[in-house]
């Protein structure tokens, strides 16, 4: 059959992936979809995947995304007349720790509330559901009766027989050889077998996504680990309803294979591979053996699973499995182009992922929006720093471990560290800094005191689900902030420069809240979609008639980025360009921040001469600075911009004259807990693409009646007059445990009298209210009134145990802002 000239959708990549995406753009009605297969179907990856199909993750639209595959193979067989092998015969977590049994219950929790049965377990009742095992040393368990297993292969071959019969063309042993583009969009696939013209291209190649990725000029980070796994011979009278066994804390899974134990592994130091490219002729290939490497987890599981010792080994098997840098796979539309979507690096989950992936890339592409929140899995999260060839191999050798290893709360990654620095580096630690990793962005988390040092005590993490070894010296910086004055570097803020004549009319078109303002003030304000959910949470200083800076989080910073140039028309004479870099900042927060600033700058800082929301150029030392007064902590205080060459005289300057007043050093830890207790919302966790404005407590930023700009009105501005018109289905309530014991992290279930209704978004301890708070949504009757919402009983489950809360619709710190205008 020859190449068509012209498809809708050309799909790179046979692989399960490729294969679901083209099933469900045809069951959407896009007929002149075509897939490309540079071999044969499966021959990366897929074919030789264990098959395991769990469905809780880490998240509830992660697990959403799961449950939708485990549903939709459930019926492929009979739809397309494929043996898919498919059986939900269960899954048994075995816990080894308490830690590892915190873990599981905190997730059997949130399973409750996304409508997934997992049952927690006692040692003796692992025991009982899986008899083969040696119980030795197992603490408890959870075993989930919806998961099972399936035949990898006959998986994809039954979604591509799906999509056939919908009208999708596949094509085997057509190698993609280059991928043409105009601006922004990409207008063809180049083959050995001719060109094909495009208007969309999807990127599901697995293991060569990279480099299908550079052909656009995408990022698409990813690298292969070698992944090992046995298969046992035939064992007698082994039981073929065994549910897949996990042992995370020996790196293990198990699973019944004809009459046979398949054993792999996701041992803490991997093996990346394929460093100088992928063999032009791998096809359903084998890596070598290394039974060494291999052999510490085969001694664990004899032990585990002792009828092993006596079964012989039939196959050893080494294959290639691709990673990202965070250990989540990478969905969605490139940064940098209009049309071309990216499906790959599954992280050893690709089997159970691909239907809910395919689903949700197939309805973005066929909508214009993901059908929900996906920032988990957004390729837009990616920076570019993140695709170079060195740090990709080192940050691999950790990846395929992270899948196994205790998934702590603010768990650090230990590889491809140090490459963004700031300024201040040094100084933080110097002055015992503990630096975690956001957008490659060492940034002091928490401080260890000169006292502790002392005693022997080290600026690391000793990580829990319980309090952890800074949780005290966290607390002290808190207080500080709360009583005196604490200083934090922000110098990872994302910062963009937005110039031109059009750059107010830009704005405006984009942003919910009206930056017509005068020069010198500060808009803090949401960039919404047409459904009013929040693309993006910011401020917007304007600091001239044609100049504004946009200042957002670093780990947003692309989604950022592209958002605003995908919406900056054309004809606008405006420019955004991203100046991260150049600045640091450092914040000075706290009821005596004045009494800190004002001694070291000519300029007043009085509240008449320079009020809340306002930025000012000022001299600070000898440093020429433009000092910002906002807030993300609920205080007095002002974010200080230096170019990088002065920062450190700034720092110096600020914490000599800071000595009266005890400043002291604060980490972006306790930023987060000051930030919940005064209830100020977190893009990526309380705030989403797929969170109403008006639900999210956000109203006061949004002004439906700002006059349009020559672009437009702004994004989103009808759906914000329909909710105001139809009225909110769902409110974000922040909450406190009257038990200040348990700590909240996020997706606690929340109970309204006694019934599960929706989940912790993020959660922090709040040390100045004495407890843990959270925040998250909780659905309202239509017309139901705020002080009915809150007569309620409310609950938190934490770990399988409920706690009452207290539920407020106003920061508990704080109500009425009053000291920010201190």
Not at 375 to 386: A, H, K, S
Not at 532 to 539: K, N, W
Not at 666 to 673: A, I, P, Q, R, Y
Request: aromatic fraction near 10%; glycine fraction near 10%.
């Amino acid at each position: 059959m020859d190449l068509p000239d012209k498809a809708r959708a050309v799909i790179i990549g046979g692989g399960v992936v490729g294969c679901s995406v083209a099933y469900h753009l045809a069951k959407l009605g896009w007929s002149d979809v075509v897939l490309l297969e540079r071999k044969q179907l499966t021959c990366g990856t897929t074919w030789h995947a264990a098959g395991l199909i769990g469905q809780l993750r880490a998240t509830s639209n992660m697990t959403k995304l799961a449950k939708y595959s485990a549903d939709l193979y459930t019926g492929l067989e009979e739809e397309t007349g494929v043996a898919t092998g498919y059986k939900q015969n269960g899954s048994l977590g075995l816990a080894l720790s308490e830690h590892r049994y915190e873990e599981f219950a905190r997730g059997a929790s949130m399973a409750a509330n996304n409508g997934l049965e997992a049952h927690m377990l006692t040692a003796a009742e692992c025991k009982d559901r899986y008899p083969l095992i040696e119980a030795e040393g197992v603490v408890g368990g959870v075993f989930i009766d919806k998961d099972g297993q399936a035949d990898p292969a006959n998986i994809a071959l039954a979604l591509a027989k799906g999509a056939r019969q919908n009208g999708a063309k596949i094509f085997e042993n057509v190698k993609v050889t280059g991928i043409t583009r105009t601006g922004r969009r990409v207008t063809g696939v180049a083959t050995d077998r001719g060109t094909i013209e495009a208007d969309y291209v999807v990127n599901c190649a697995g293991m060569w996504g990279r480099e299908v990725g550079l052909m656009a000029g995408v990022d698409v980070p990813l690298h292969a680990c070698e992944h090992f796994y046995i298969v046992t011979e035939a064992i007698p009278d082994l039981p073929r309803d065994l549910p897949v066994l996990r042992v995370p804390d020996e790196c293990a899974y198990y699973k019944e294979d004809a009459g046979k134990i398949l054993l792999g592994a996701f041992e803490p130091v991997s093996k990346p591979w394929g460093m100088d490219g992928i063999p032009e002729d791998f096809c359903f290939d084998q890596l070598p053996e290394d039974f060494d490497h291999f052999e510490p987890v085969l001694e664990a599981a004899v032990k585990r699973l002792p009828l092993l010792a006596d079964a012989g080994i039939h196959t050893f098997f080494n294959g290639p499995e691709s990673f990202t840098p965070d250990d989540r796979y990478l969905l969605g539309p490139a940064p940098n182009l209009d049309n071309y979507y990216v499906a790959a690096g599954f992280n050893s989950i690709g089997i159970q992922s691909a239907g809910g992936a395919g689903m949700a890339l197939s309805e973005w592409m066929d909508a214009g929006e993901p059908p929900f929140d996906l920032w988990d899995v957004d390729i837009r999260r990616m920076l570019p720093f993140q695709n170079t060839k060195t740090y990709l191999y080192q940050r691999s050798t950790e990846t395929l471990g992270l899948l196994y290893a205790d998934h702590f709360p603010y768990r650090q990654f230990a590889t491809a560290r140090g490459l963004r620095r700031s300024p201040l580096h040094r100084a933080l630690a110097d002055h015992g800094a503990c630096f975690g990793e956001v957008a490659g962005w060492e940034r002091a988390n928490w401080f260890l005191p000169p006292e502790a040092a002392a005693a022997g005590q080290t600026a690391e993490y000793r990580y829990s689900w319980k309090r952890q070894n800074w949780f005290d010296f966290a607390r002290a910086e808190h207080m500080a902030v709360r009583e005196g004055v604490g200083l934090f570097d922000m110098s990872s803020f994302g910062k963009i420069r937005v110039e031109g004549p059009d750059a107010e009319a830009v704005l405006q078109r984009i942003c919910a809240n009206d930056v017509a303002v005068a020069p010198g003030k500060i808009v803090y304000t949401q960039w919404l979609n047409p459904r009013g959910g929040i693309e993006a949470d910011l401020t917007v200083t304007r600091l001239s008639e044609t100049s504004f800076m946009i200042v957002t989080p670093g780990a947003t910073i692309v989604r950022d980025m592209a958002w605003l140039k995908r919406h900056t028309p054309e004809e606008a004479r405006a420019v955004a360009l991203e100046v991260s870099a150049m600045e640091a900042v450092i914040c000075v927060m706290g009821p005596r921040a004045r009494d800190v600033l004002q001694p070291l700058t000519s300029a007043s800082l009085a509240n008449d001469d320079f009020p809340f929301g306002t930025y000012q150029d000022i001299d600070l030392g000898m440093a020429p600075v433009r000092a910002h007064r906002v807030t993300y902590v609920g205080e007095l205080g002002w974010e200080i911009y230096v170019t990088a060459d002065m920062a450190m005289h700034v720092f110096e300057t600020i914490m000599a004259g800071g000595e009266a007043a005890n400043i002291r050093l604060c980490g972006l830890h306790v930023l987060d807990s000051c930030r919940i207790e005064k209830a100020f919302r977190h893009f990526g966790h309380d705030i989403s693409d797929e969170d109403h404005v008006l639900e999210a407590g956000l109203g006061f930023a949004v002004k439906p009646d700002k006059t349009a700009s020559n672009f437009g009105q702004f994004i989103g501005r009808e759906a914000v007059l329909k909710k105001k018109e139809t009225g909110l289905q769902r409110r974000l309530v922040q909450f406190k445990l009257t038990d200040p014991e348990p700590l909240l992290y996020h997706n606690e279930p929340i109970l309204r009298d006694g019934e599960m209704v929706g989940y912790v978004t993020s959660g922090n301890y709040g040390h100045f209210l004495g407890g843990a708070v959270g925040l998250g949504y909780v659905p309202c009757a239509a017309g139901e009134k705020p002080a009915d919402l809150l007569s309620s009983s409310y609950e938190i489950e934490v770990a399988g145990r409920r706690f009452a809360a207290e539920a407020s619709l106003k920061p508990m710190y704080d109500p009425r802002a009053e000291r920010v205008r201190l």
